[in-house]
């Protein structure tokens, strides 16, 4: 026989059980979602709330938005330029071929624009083309040629002698940088054009070691003569002070040298502009000779590569009108191996210095300019005869 003794609760204790049971269930409920926390922080893999907690989550079938589209300041553009640059270094051509990027600084449209088709044409991944147009809302382009198609950079107003110039190039050298494979960048305007094959122009760049930069001590009024000493030192002595041309062909160190610079571009924004209180200082003659001669004199050529005639004086170069196109004009310009500084002084020193080609005497030029538009239809018949004469020899 069996008894069953049934005890009998008080009602303090029945409310007593009620809640450790409820504590119980809350306490396993915080567990549980503690360890959800702890493995959707911390597990290595991407896992989603969705993922852990199964069929209780309904999933959204929409993705999430995309980020606003903004456009860059041009200090962006310069600053991931150089961290895309810095962080590729050891992988820089891995996967590509090295080109050269041709960067044009043009008011609007380029006269030559069918010349220079011709002159890519064939060459299709060694070279790269950005435009800096910087009248194009009101001159209203529109690229003829499929090369320059969809080729402008986002661009701003360029006023000549002002710092606005070293703006544009530095805008052109930015967007150039971010192709990793840009090896060679070569400023160009639109009054420019090539005296040689493309052939020939790539191999003499990348076979080069050093950049191309205009840049010579002139201690007369036009060169040492702009220099503001109280204004400039103490980051740039007059012993640094360099003259020349601005058309430069750089090497990829060289190129991100001048968009991550900022001390010194601040100092020649400031201190180096037209008028005679600056001392008729103009950035563009002197910004990237000086900086870039201080911080690596050795890796610069003191020469450009783009002729320009000077002999008519004046504060602009010769012009060449559709009557100067002929074949010994074309090629005397080819020819010249010599590159010739002269000093603003009343001295008028003229120094006289061949071209070495890592250490060959060759012709200087690849390119001249200023060519008038007029031009464009005689260039287009007489420059392939020139061109292609000279690469054969």
């Given at each position: 026989?069996?008894?069953?003794?049934?005890k009998?609760?008080?009602?303090?204790?029945?409310?007593?059980r009620?809640?450790?049971?409820a504590?119980?269930?809350?306490?396993?409920?915080?567990l549980?979602m503690?360890?959800?926390?702890?493995?959707?922080?911390y597990?290595?893999?991407?896992?989603?709330?969705?993922?852990?907690?199964?069929?209780?989550?309904?999933?959204?079938?929409?993705?999430?938005?995309?980020?606003?589209?903004?456009?860059?300041?041009?200090?962006?553009?310069a600053?991931?330029a150089v961290?895309?640059?810095?962080?590729?270094q050891r992988?820089?051509?891995?996967?590509?071929?090295?080109?050269?990027a041709?960067?044009?600084?043009?008011?609007g449209?380029?006269?030559?624009?069918?010349?220079?088709?011709?002159?890519f044409?064939?060459?299709?991944?060694l070279?790269?083309i950005y435009?800096?147009?910087?009248?194009?809302n009101?001159?209203?382009?529109?690229w003829?040629?499929?090369?320059?198609a969809?080729?402008?950079i986002p661009?701003d107003?360029v006023?000549?002698?002002?710092?606005e110039?070293?703006?544009?190039e530095r805008?052109?050298?930015?967007?150039?940088?971010?192709?990793?494979?840009?090896?060679?960048?070569?400023?160009?305007s639109?009054?420019?054009?090539?005296l040689?094959?493309?052939?020939y122009?790539?191999?003499a760049?990348?076979?080069?070691?050093f950049?191309f930069?205009d840049?010579?001590?002139?201690?007369?009024?036009?060169?040492?003569?702009?220099?503001?000493e109280d204004?400039?030192?103490?980051e740039?002595?007059?012993?640094d002070?360099?003259?020349?041309?601005?058309?430069?062909?750089?090497?990829?160190?060289?190129?991100?040298?001048l968009?991550?610079?900022?001390?010194?571009y601040?100092?020649?924004r400031?201190?180096?502009k037209?008028?005679?209180?600056?001392?008729?200082?103009?950035?563009?003659?002197?910004?990237?000779?000086t900086?870039?001669?201080?911080?690596?004199?050795g890796g610069?050529?003191?020469?450009?590569?783009?002729?320009?005639?000077?002999?008519?004086g004046?504060?602009?170069?010769k012009s060449?009108?559709?009557?100067?196109?002929t074949?010994?004009?074309?090629?005397?310009l080819?020819?010249?191996?010599?590159?010739?500084?002269v000093t603003?002084?009343?001295a008028?020193?003229m120094?006289?210095?061949?071209?070495?080609?890592?250490?060959?005497h060759?012709?200087?030029f690849?390119f001249?300019?200023?060519?008038?538009?007029?031009?464009?239809?005689?260039l287009?018949?007489?420059?392939?005869?020139v061109?292609?004469?000279?690469?054969?020899?």
């Amino acid at each position: 026989m069996v008894v069953i003794i049934r005890k009998k609760f008080k009602p303090a204790q029945h409310q007593q059980r009620r809640l450790l049971l409820a504590g119980g269930v809350l306490s396993l409920v915080a567990l549980s979602m503690l360890g959800i926390s702890i493995a959707y922080l911390y597990t290595p893999h991407r896992i989603t709330p969705c993922g852990l907690v199964g069929d209780l989550c309904v999933k959204s079938s929409y993705p999430p938005p995309p980020p606003p589209l903004r456009t860059f300041s041009d200090e962006e553009v310069a600053s991931r330029a150089v961290a895309k640059d810095i962080l590729s270094q050891r992988r820089m051509y891995q996967g590509g071929t090295p080109k050269i990027a041709f960067m044009f600084l043009t008011p609007g449209p380029l006269p030559f624009e069918f010349i220079w088709e011709a002159f890519f044409k064939g060459h299709e991944g060694l070279y790269s083309i950005y435009v800096h147009a910087s009248e194009r809302n009101t001159l209203k382009s529109i690229w003829r040629s499929r090369v320059f198609a969809d080729r402008e950079i986002p661009s701003d107003k360029v006023y000549w002698g002002r710092i606005e110039m070293i703006d544009a190039e530095r805008r052109l050298l930015s967007r150039a940088l971010l192709d990793l494979n840009n090896h060679f960048f070569v400023l160009l305007s639109e009054s420019c054009i090539p005296l040689r094959e493309f052939t020939y122009i790539y191999s003499a760049l990348m076979n080069s070691t050093f950049s191309f930069v205009d840049n010579f001590d002139d201690p007369g009024p036009h060169g040492l003569g702009r220099y503001i000493e109280d204004k400039m030192t103490p980051e740039v002595q007059p012993y640094d002070w360099r003259k020349g041309a601005q058309w430069f062909a750089v090497m990829r160190r060289h190129a991100v040298l001048l968009v991550s610079d900022y001390l010194y571009y601040m100092k020649f924004r400031d201190f180096c502009k037209p008028g005679e209180e600056n001392h008729n200082c103009y950035p563009d003659e002197h910004y990237v000779q000086t900086y870039l001669h201080m911080v690596d004199p050795g890796g610069l050529s003191n020469w450009t590569l783009t002729h320009v005639d000077w002999s008519e004086g004046g504060w602009h170069p010769k012009s060449y009108g559709k009557e100067d196109i002929t074949v010994e004009t074309l090629r005397h310009l080819q020819s010249i191996d010599e590159h010739v500084h002269v000093t603003s002084d009343a001295a008028a020193t003229m120094t006289t210095v061949p071209c070495l080609w890592d250490g060959e005497h060759k012709p200087c030029f690849l390119f001249a300019r200023k060519f008038l538009a007029e031009t464009a239809e005689a260039l287009a018949d007489v420059l392939p005869q020139v061109t292609k004469t000279a690469s054969s020899e």
